[in-house]
């Protein structure tokens, strides 16, 4: 199986930025692509963005266009999600998660059903 582990959240004010960070490691080659999802407190988990591991598309969710973006470092076996004008409808707590199942259309990155393992997440909180 693959482990993943988050770091990076903390607390910031609204318009600051963050970057999370995504280290996975065990059977690492079994990776395909890469997703953060973020879930508020008593909400359902939802989708942010994900990154193909080889060659590097990305999708992100319309709430993060133009104020996210997810990159990955394939050396590492890190992926990233660098978070600017932070709002306080941001906060959560984020979470990373891989899929092993090969290529798929798009839109069916922003499902948490796409994904295997998921990390134990990070808290972000942001104030007004």
């Known amino acids: 199986q693959v482990q993943l582990v988050e770091s990076g959240g903390g607390l910031v004010q609204a318009g600051d930025s963050l970057r999370l960070s995504c280290a996975a490691s065990?059977?690492?080659?079994?990776?395909?692509?890469m997703g953060w999802f973020r879930q508020g407190l008593g909400k359902e988990r939802e989708f942010v963005a994900a990154?193909?591991?080889?060659?590097?598309?990305?999708y992100y969710a319309s709430s993060a266009k133009g104020r996210f973006t997810i990159s990955r470092d394939t050396a590492k076996n890190t992926v990233y999600l660098q978070m600017n004008s932070l709002r306080p409808e941001d906060t959560a707590v984020y979470y990373c998660?891989?899929?092993?199942?090969?290529?798929?259309?798009?839109?069916?990155?922003?499902?948490?059903?796409?994904?295997?393992?998921w990390g134990q997440g990070t808290q972000v909180t942001v104030s007004s």
């Open positions: 998660a891989t899929r092993t199942g090969g290529e798929i259309s798009g839109y069916r990155y922003t499902n948490t059903n796409e994904y295997d393992y």
């Open positions: 065990g059977r690492t080659f079994s990776s395909y692509a």
């Open positions: 990154i193909r591991w080889s060659g590097g598309r990305s």
